[in-house]
């Protein structure tokens, strides 16, 4: 009789983490952006739940061009802007107060209100 050494095999098991998702997220966009142009609509993907072995998330497309995306950079201190979400007005206008880290904190000009809002959502005017 002949004795052979176990053979062992290891797999290395390539998981989801935060960095992987965000660079999903990037490239997803990046080929997307021949979709939009073709369609005439925006896309956009939601908010990612993932795991080590999944991601999920919701992809919305609306018809119309697609809306450029400004980040903290693109504002400055008193300048007026719109924020475009489902539940601000989109006639409402705020003037900008203070750029934070991520955030940038606004007031409405005709009223009361006061938001921390991320550039993403908001747009010059």
Known sequence: MRREANKTQIKI??????????????????????LESQYGMSITLGTISFNANELRSKMTATV??????????????????????????SKRRFKVDKINGKNIKVSEIDGYSMMTVSPSLLVKH
Do not use: C, W, Y
Not at 15 to 34: P, Q, T, W
Not at 65 to 83: E, L, M
């Open 13 to 34: 098991k390539v998981m989801l983490d935060k960095a992987k998702v965000s660079e999903f997220r990037g490239d997803f966009a990046n080929a997307v952006a021949k």
């Open 64 to 89: 119309g061009s697609p809306v450029q995306r400004a980040s903290k950079d693109d504002f400055n201190v008193g300048d007026t802007v719109g924020i475009n979400h489902k539940k601000v007005d």
